[in-house]
C-alpha cells in the first residue's frame, strides 16, 4: 500500500524553527492539483531555489529529503514545471513509492493548513502554534489541530464470493471497489460496517474482523480495513445515491485496481489469493 515505504521512512514530527534550506523540496497545490513535473515515470519536486514564493512551511522529511509547503502559492510555474491533478499523478504510474506517499501525506496537511486560516470559533485569522502543529486563534484562545477522518472499508464475504462495487458519482473510476463510508458521532467502527452495508447494499453482515488501517491523504481519512460475511438474505438492495453497481464474485472474478496504493485493492488481492 502508499504507506509501505520501507526501508524508507517518514518523520513527521513537528519542528517549528526549521528553515527551508535551497535544495529543500516544495508542495505547491492549487486545489486537487499539485506543482510538479514528470520526468520518466519520476516525480519530481521544486526546490526553494527555483521558486519565489516569500514563506514555507515545514511538513516532515522522508529519509534526508526534507519537504516544505508554499504559501501563498506560486503564481508563475518554473520551466518544466506544471499543475497536475493528483488522480492523474496517481494512474500515470508515476513513482518512487515514497515520494507518492509524500505527496498524498502533503496534500492533507495543505488543506488542513488552507481550511485552518481562520477560527471557527470567532472568525479571527489563526497564526501557527509555537509548540505543536496546530493553529491557534489570538483572539479567543481555540486551538485547531490537523483534522483526521475515520472511515472504514469492508470486505463483505459469501462464502466462496465477495461483494465488489462502483461509486455513483465517480465516471472517471472505472475499477471495483468494495463497500466504504465514514464514521458518524457516537458508533463504533464496527458498528460504521453493519450500518454503511445496510445502507448502501441492505445486506446484514456478521462476525466483523478489524484487519488493517491506512493513511490517506486526499480525503484525510485514517480508512479502516474490515471483512465479515453476510448474514441471511444474500440479495443486494442497490442504494443509487451512493452507488452505480454491486455484485458478487468468485476470487478468479475479482478484477484488481492498476496499482497496489490502496487498502480497498490490498484487501481485494487477499481475497482473490485465499489469505480471507
Known sequence: MIQDIAPHKLHNEFIPDRSAGPDDQVFVFDGNQCLVK?????????????????EYTYLFAVDDDTYYRAAPPVVKA?????????YNIRRAGTGPLEKMFALYTAYHLDKWYKESSYCGRCGHSTGHSAVERAMVCPVCGNIIYPRINPAVIVGIRNGDKMLVTKYANRDNVPYYALVAGFAEIGETLEETVA?????????????ITYYKSQPWGTAADILV????????????NLDKNELKEAMWVTSEEIELQPDGYSLTNDMMTRFKLGLN
Open 195 to 207: 450500518r454503511e452495508v445496510y445502507e448502501e447494499v441492505g445486506l446484514r453482515v456478521k462476525n
Open 225 to 236: 480495513g474490515f471483512y465479515c460475511d453476510v448474514d441471511g438474505d444474500d440479495t443486494v
Open 78 to 86: 518554473p520551466e518544466g514545471f506544471e499543475f497536475m491533478k493528483l
Open 38 to 54: 514528470i520526468d520518466a515515470g519520476q516525480l519530481i519536486l521544486p526546490t526553494v531555489s527555483l521558486l519565489d514564493a516569500g
